[in-house]
């Protein structure tokens, strides 16, 4: 063969050396400000469980209220219950001596709406009434409302 003939050009291609492979694109990211960002992103999901957690025990009372609504069978024991509710929300000294009007009427202060005048008069008569007096189905509606809707003003760390 004549080494000034020309090659052909499959003998040209299996000349060819394989070119290396890429490295391998790094899943970290490169610069500082992605750390950043998920640094602050996981401050604001730690902040979010923290404030979950606390709003979750603060109303730990009324979840146990409602449990107790209930099972509740007279209106003296809703009576309790309204009233243990609003000393576990309210300071001791606003709550603990109202009776009678002042009592409903700050049922219908604190609660979202007035508490109805009927279920008001039921809960100032149960002392009165017979110990196993069921309530109506208006005053345990309201007793309800009442515990879900109420803004809790509390004096700071028990």
Known sequence: M???APESLVSLIDQLIEPPPPSPVPLVPQTWGWAA???????LVLAGLWRWHRHRVANGYRRAALAA??????????????????????????VASLTGG????????????????AAGEELRRAPYRAPGAAPSPELRDAAERWLRTHAAVREGPR
């Not at 960002?37 to 401050?43: C, G, H, K, P």
Request: hydrophobic share 50%; no cysteine.
């Open 2 to 4: 004549n080494e000034d």
């Open 102 to 117: 002042d009592w409903t009427a700050f049922l219908s202060r604190s609660g979202r709406g007035p508490f109805p005048e």
């Open 37 to 43: 960002l998920a640094l602050l992103l996981l401050a």
């Open 69 to 94: 609504l209930a099972q509740a069978g007279s209106v003296a024991e809703l009576a309790t219950i309204l009233r243990r509710a609003a000393l576990a929300a309210y300071p001791r000294a606003e």
